[in-house]
């Protein structure tokens, strides 16, 4: 009997982020197909199971779990707490969350001009990423090569940075972040070649390099791509995150 109900669990999407970027109101637009709750600082983590479509007439639209057209992908959504006191929760789902598909790491587009903001959530960005990097070149059965979309949230507001602006920004920041933490090894006079795997393994991206840039996730088959968008209004919404998600799941 049992050989006839093989249980199969939904694959993941983790949405992470620093606090107030918008993720929980990201969850509740998709949940309800209309609008998106007012939220609280989340302090727990919380998953909700959604259906997409990649095949049906309104595929790219999140408003799609309507659509009977289509065939559809069960997955779950993970909302995470973005404060860094609860830093260990997001990362803790990161890490023991089954079949996760992609991450979706949202950030405030409207205050990353703010060295405040910027310098943390380039922070967290760096830790997920090294998590990720750590993963993909990982030789256990866990092994995967888990693509991130970093959502630029807020475009409505006047403030907001350009996508290709947040781009850049999060990568200066994330060069900066890598410079700092592996001092001592590239000063120290020893050569590239020398350095034990030990030391490249802490270090994000491709080894040695001046700058960090997204692309050099690339080396470990992590694809990063940035995709403006916003929660609370209908332009430019948040269909370009749903279609990158219902691809990758
Ligand atoms: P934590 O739970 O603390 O990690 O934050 P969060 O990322 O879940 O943020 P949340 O969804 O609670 O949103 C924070 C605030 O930003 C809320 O007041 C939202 O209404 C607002 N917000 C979310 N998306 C947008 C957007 O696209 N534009 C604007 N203007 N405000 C937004
Ligand atoms: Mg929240």
């Given at each position: 009997l049992s050989s006839s109900s093989t249980y199969t669990t939904p694959p993941s999407v983790l949405l992470l982020g620093p606090?107030?970027?918008g993720k929980t109101a990201l969850l509740t637009l998709f949940e309800r197909g209309s609008q998106p709750a007012a939220t609280h600082t989340s302090q727990v983590a919380h998953s909700i199971e959604l259906n997409a479509s990649t095949d049906s007439v309104t595929r790219s639209s999140f408003r799609n779990h309507d659509d009977a057209t289509g065939t559809h992908t069960k997955f779950f959504l993970v909302d995470t707490p973005g404060h860094g006191k609860l830093r260990n929760v997001a990362m803790g789902r990161l890490a023991r969350?089954?079949?996760?598909k992609a991450v979706v790491f949202m950030v405030d587009a409207a205050a990353l001009g703010e060295q405040d903001t910027l310098a943390p959530t380039a922070a967290y960005l760096y830790d997920v990423l090294l998590f990720l990097q750590k993963k993909a070149t990982?030789?256990?059965?866990?092994?995967a090569s888990i693509p991130v979309l970093i959502a630029a949230n807020k475009m409505d507001l006047f403030t907001a940075l350009p996508a290709t602006m947040v781009k850049s920004h999060l990568e200066v920041e994330l060069s900066r972040i890598r410079a700092s933490r592996s001092k001592g090894l590239l000063d120290s006079g020893v050569g590239m070649d020398d350095v034990g795997s030990e030391e490249q393994d802490g270090?994000?991206?491709?080894?040695?390099?001046?700058k960090f840039t997204f692309q050099q996730m690339g080396e470990f088959d992590i694809d990063v791509e940035v995709l403006p968008g916003s929660v609370l209004t209908e332009e430019p919404g948040a269909d370009k995150w749903w279609w990158w998600i219902a691809q990758r799941i």
């Open positions: 606090d107030n970027a969350t089954e079949k996760v990982s030789k256990g059965k866990d092994k270090w994000l991206g491709e080894y040695g390099s001046e």
